[in-house]
């Protein structure tokens, strides 16, 4: 087991949702080859870089057991971590192609897949005691990279941090000077924000040069 796979860290067999366990239930009916169960965070246990999702996406991480992959949305993120030097490979295929994080994870703010994709806050709630715990791994002076208003918000929750302070903005750096930490946000990778062009790859490369600098200023 490891260190990313501690009951304190992840519990693949958490049914504190009701809905969740209940939805994820009905999808392993239907799907029987899918992974269908909380989804653990990937890469380095002591990343000085924690990259924050939303959810596991029905045919991605829900169906491959790794975060970001196996959907549209981990295609701009591998891709870009690759070429920024945090992962080995540019492509995701499944859990168990070999592709390595460097000093970076990957995890999300519910670790289970949520019906249409969205879930409830109270969910979002009853899941932050994992990103809570995960945040203790990162470094001092380590960067957490939202994509996203809602796990920009989960971070700051979980930090005990006031969200007013740090409102949230793409491309915009927050100094956490108690938690000894960066937040950088991005629209998420989503298929939606990166064919509608919310989100180009011009822009989310403009996020990571920014994470690369405070990286190299620590």
Avoid: W
């Avoid at 409830?120 to 709630?125: I, M, N, S």
């Avoid at 990778?189 to 011009?202: D, F, I, K, P, V």
Wanted: aromatic fraction near 6%.
């Amino acid at each position: 087991m490891t260190p990313c796979e501690t009951s304190a860290l992840f519990d693949p067999d958490c049914t504190r949702c009701p809905r969740l366990a209940d939805f994820l239930a009905e999808v392993r009916g239907k799907h029987p080859e899918y992974h269908a169960k909380p989804v653990p965070p990937f890469g380095d246990p002591r990343a000085r870089l924690l990259v924050v999702g939303l959810a596991p996406g029905m045919h991605g991480a829900n169906a491959t057991g790794r975060p970001f992959t196996g959907d549209h949305a981990g295609l701009l993120l591998y891709r870009t971590l690759h070429r920024f030097g945090f992962a080995s490979r540019e492509v995701s295929e499944h859990a168990t192609d070999g592709l390595q994080l460097i000093d970076c994870r990957i995890t999300n703010a519910v670790k289970c897949l949520p019906p249409a994709n969205k879930p409830r806050p109270d969910e979002v709630t009853r899941c932050r005691d994992f990103l809570t715990a995960e945040l203790r791994t990162v470094r001092t002076g380590g960067v957490l990279l939202a994509l996203g208003r809602i796990a920009h918000e989960s971070l700051l929750r979980a930090l005990g941090l006031r969200l007013q302070q740090f409102p949230f903005g793409h491309a915009r750096v927050h100094e956490l000077e108690t938690a000894q930490l960066r937040l950088v946000d991005s629209y998420h990778c989503s298929r939606y924000n990166t064919q509608t062009g919310r989100l180009t790859e011009a822009m989310f490369d403009q996020v990571f040069l920014s994470v690369r600098a405070l990286l190299a200023s620590s």
